[in-house]
């Protein structure tokens, strides 16, 4: 098993790695939707690190780079595992692996977000010293079933297309 960037590993392998990964998670994306996400959150490939058993990707952590609160912080943008893979601490040993990295590039903090039903990210995040902050509920929904219509709301505000 061999740990390294992601600075020199294609998107069409990381999306594979990532489709597996998630095969059997609640929430999945397609191959545009996983690109979107990962530019919408700053992601960074040569930040971002994976393990590799000979050539195959089998467990990985994405990382989009910020400011947050002031600080430059990483952004936990997708961490996953293949099945045949989970348990043995390979998310733990990537985590570990990405912090020095992170330090030389300047990054001050570690953000990451997990559902809290997800028992076994909820169990490594813990056990790296991770702590719960805030928590969020997510819906969702087809867009021609949110509808587009605007609302009039008695306020002082006011929302519209931009």
């Given at each position: 098993m061999?740990?390294?960037s992601?600075?020199?590993t294609?998107?069409d ?10 095969a059997?998670y609640?929430?999945r ?6 690109l979107?996400m990962?530019?919408?959150r700053?992601?960074r ?9 000979s ?5 990985f ?17 997708g ?9 043995k ?10 912090i ?17 039903h997800?028992?076994?990210?909820v ?8 702590e719960?902050t805030?928590?969020f ?25 931009i």
């Open positions: 061999k740990i390294k992601l600075g020199d294609s998107f392998e990381l999306f594979g790695a990532f489709e597996q990964a998630f059997d609640e929430v994306l397609d191959k545009s939707e996983l979107a990962l530019k919408r700053g992601f490939p040569d930040l971002s690190f994976a393990a590799f058993d050539d195959k990707m089998v467990s952590t994405c990382n989009g780079i910020g400011d947050f609160n002031g600080k430059q912080t990483a952004y936990d943008t961490t996953g595992t293949l099945k045949d893979y989970r348990g601490g390979l998310a733990t040993q990537v985590f570990e692996y990405s020095p990295h992170l330090g030389e590039a300047g990054i001050q903090e570690y953000l990451l977000e997990v559902l809290q997800n028992t076994g990210a169990s490594v995040y813990s056990k790296l010293g991770f719960v805030r928590e509920y997510y819906f969702k929904t087809k867009n021609d079933k949110a509808g587009d219509k605007a609302k009039y709301i008695d306020s002082r505000y006011s929302l519209m297309p």
